[in-house]
């Protein structure tokens, strides 16, 4: 399974980005597609996630700024981010899981979202 994602970049405070993220090589279903971010020296966290069902789960400093959506003819999803802060500065990760026999989870290589002030 290849997972790659795209869209980072340097931003000002309040401005707007894209992520990006496609699976290939499975033809397994997918249970859920989501985004993470992680700063060095911390703890991986959950962003957003979407389920195969479209149930959506948002974080709370995701609600309101941040948009989770997927393509459904293809294993691609997407993370709108509005409004950025510089505290959302972080490198982002894209995760799928399919299911198979049991959750079998894989990650994008990951994207760096830097905001200034």
């Known amino acids: 399974v290849h997972v790659v994602e795209s869209g980072g970049g340097l931003v000002q405070a309040g401005d707007s980005l894209r992520l990006s993220c496609t699976a290939s090589?499975?033809?397994?279903?997918?249970?859920?597609m989501g985004w993470y971010r992680q700063d060095p020296g911390k703890q991986r966290e959950l962003v957003a996630e979407?389920?195969?069902?479209?149930?959506?789960n948002y974080v709370d400093f995701a609600k309101g700024r941040f948009t989770i959506s997927r393509d459904g003819a293809k294993y691609t999803w997407y993370l709108q981010m509005n409004d950025l802060k510089p505290e959302d500065t972080a490198d982002y990760y894209c995760?799928?899981?399919?299911?198979?026999?049991?959750?079998?989870?894989?990650w994008g290589q990951g994207t760096r979202v830097t905001v200034s002030s």
């Open positions: 995760n799928v899981e399919f299911w198979h026999e049991g959750p079998d989870d894989y």
């Open positions: 090589g499975s033809d397994f279903s997918i249970n859920s």
């Open positions: 979407i389920t195969d069902t479209g149930k959506i």
